[in-house]
């Protein structure tokens, strides 16, 4: 099991997007380095942006980058992602219809290897771990929930990574 963490002050995406080219530049693109972060200023969870009265049908019509951080409105951090929402809220968001969400932080990985990764989702969902893409299935599913395409990352050493 992975722990999951966000920095704090996180001031936005635009913080998080610049902290993870500060490291791009030495990385191989073939396989993801664990980056350097201050395990003190780590609190647990990730931190989250709620998008109210998001009724888009497809993630690219959401909010990102500055502008996600002037419309979104940030909530308590998620403490893990092994949620199943039925007619409860979406996580700690007071709605259980027409939100967005935009979450952000590290996942600390006990060791180097492979993994997969997929998700089970009915509205849309991207995973990127060090800026690569490990889940993909962004479009309103009409039909109801249902599993994405796995993918996977090889990760060179145990570490903290980003995950957005």
């Known amino acids: 099991m992975a722990d999951v963490a966000f920095h704090e002050p996180l001031t936005g995406h635009d913080e998080f997007d610049n902290l993870i080219a500060q490291f791009a530049e030495e990385q191989d693109p073939a396989k993801a380095d664990p980056i350097k972060v201050d395990p003190a200023r780590l609190k647990p969870g990730l931190a989250v942006i709620y998008f109210y009265e998001f009724w888009g049908r497809h993630l690219d019509e959401l909010f990102s980058g500055e502008e996600a951080n002037l419309v979104g409105k940030?909530?308590?951090p998620i403490p893990?992602?092994?949620h199943k929402f039925g007619k409860n809220q979406v996580?700690?968001?007071g709605k259980r219809r027409g939100i967005g969400v935009q979450m952000?932080?590290?996942l600390?990985?006990?060791e180097a290897?492979?993994?997969g990764f997929k998700a089970f989702a009915n509205d849309g969902i991207r995973v990127f771990i060090d800026e690569q893409l490990?889940?993909?299935d962004p479009a309103w599913h009409e039909d109801g929930d249902r599993y994405s395409?796995?993918?996977s990352i090889t990760l060179s050493k145990a570490g903290w990574y980003p995950i957005r």
Do not use: Q
């Open 149 to 151: 395409t796995p993918l």
């Open 74 to 76: 940030p909530g308590d």
């Open 113 to 115: 290897g492979e993994y």
């Open 108 to 110: 600390n990985m006990a």
């Open 80 to 82: 893990y992602l092994n």
């Open 134 to 136: 490990v889940v993909d």
């Open 91 to 93: 996580f700690g968001s």
């Open 104 to 106: 952000d932080g590290y």
